[in-house]
């Protein structure tokens, strides 16, 4: 199974801050890759597809880069939607598998 | 407009069986990859089984031979069925259609195995 390592498990930041959060993966997924995101109750939403590309409705703050194994999402400048918890998700082969999560908080 | 909407779960106590429905609209399941993930309270996602659009299956190694996946096709239905159940299957059960990953997902349904 391809394990996904995620991090920071939390983060503190303020509103406009610029935002990184990492997953590594335990093999080579190529591009396999998708974002999302969770806010309290709700069901998960995807941001990122395709490790960069940027699903249909998004704002364009959200930036996914990475192949292989190593893979980032960015947000460029945070608002206060966007506190929330993320989960990276490889597609590459089954089963799928997500990152341990990062939960972004407000400073 | 896609649609999911889950069904069927409970409180059922250790060793007891339940099967959860999700109903979909606004497309085929039957055309579709459909997912189930779970969360545990408090806990991330863990991807639980799948069902490829040509009927395959497969399950994450904590459900392989207790959790069936199925589905209705003249109900546009998908299913879980769940034996054997354990306290730490205790979650919020989502289905979902892929498209690369979990696309559209639904409310979920709330499992709770206690005694």
């Known amino acids: 199974d391809i394990q996904m390592t995620q991090s920071p498990s939390s983060l503190s930041a303020s509103v406009g801050d610029r935002v990184t959060i990492t997953c590594r993966a335990s093999?080579?997924?190529?591009?396999?890759l998708g974002w999302y995101q969770q806010k309290p109750g709700k069901a998960p939403k995807r941001l990122i597809y395709?490790?960069?590309s940027l699903q249909s409705g998004v704002p364009s703050r959200f930036r996914g880069s990475g192949s292989g194994t190593e893979f980032t999402l960015t947000i460029s400048s945070l608002q206060p939607e966007d506190f929330a918890s993320y989960y990276c998700?490889?597609?590459?082969?089954?089963?799928?598998?997500f990152g341990g999560g990062t939960k972004v908080e407000i400073k | 407009e896609v649609q999911l909407v889950e069904s069927g779960g409970g409180l059922v106590q250790p060793g007891g069986s339940l099967r959860l429905s999700c109903a979909a609209s606004?497309?085929?399941?039957?055309?579709?990859?459909m997912s189930w993930v779970r969360q545990a309270p408090g806990k991330g996602l863990e991807w639980v089984s799948v069902?490829?659009?040509?009927?395959?299956?497969y399950y994450a190694d904590s459900v392989k031979g207790r959790f069936t996946i199925s589905r209705d096709n003249s109900e546009n239905t998908l299913y879980l069925q769940m034996n054997t159940l354990r306290p730490e299957d205790t979650a919020v059960y989502y289905c979902?259609?892929?498209?690369?990953?979990?696309?559209?997902w639904g409310q979920g349904t709330l499992v709770t195995v206690s005694s």
């Open positions: 979902t259609r892929d498209a690369t990953g979990p696309l559209y």
């Open positions: 606004g497309f085929t399941v039957s055309s579709n990859y």
């Open positions: 069902i490829y659009s040509g009927a395959g299956t």
């Open positions: 093999q080579d997924i190529r591009n396999d």
């Open positions: 395709a490790a960069s």
């Open positions: 998700l490889q597609h590459s082969s089954y089963p799928l598998t």
